[in-house]
Nanobody, 117 residues
Framework: QVQVVESGGGLVQPGGSLRLSCAAS????????MGWYRKTPGKQRELVAA???????NYADSVKGRFTISRDNAKNTVSLQMNSLKPEDTAVYYC???????????WGQGTQVTVSS
């Protein structure tokens, strides 16, 4: 069994910053990649940022230059630093962990990020 736990969401004014953190634990020995997705009502869940074990990153065009993803391979943690937040960044953010064995996806429970004045 694998647990994925997120933290760090909340309410912030436009232009502000938030940092999301995620930790994977349990029966997971090797991780292929870790990342963040987000979902708003009426839309499909979309990739925000991802990072693989080699440190290669992938960002949605809408967050490039504003968000930074980082990872600690030894601790199985991933963080998302979000700067210059916009109202359109409001969503539930989900941590995603892809196991090396079989490419299984594990998801956190989601954390709400609200950008509003």
């Amino acid at each position: 069994q694998v647990q994925v736990v997120e933290s760090g969401g909340g309410l912030v004014q436009p232009g502000g910053s938030l940092r999301l953190s995620c930790a994977a634990s349990g029966n997971i020995f090797s991780i292929r990649s870790m990342g963040w997705y987000r979902k708003t009502p009426g839309k499909q869940r979309e990739l925000v940022a991802a990072i693989n074990s080699g440190g290669n990153t992938n960002y949605a065009d809408s967050v490039k230059g504003r968000f930074t993803i980082s990872r600690d391979n030894a601790k199985n943690t991933v963080s998302l630093q979000m700067n210059s937040l916009k109202p359109e960044d409001t969503a539930v953010y989900y941590c995603n962990v892809v196991g090396l064995a079989g490419g299984i996806n594990y998801w956190g429970q989601g954390t709400q990020v609200t950008v509003s004045s």
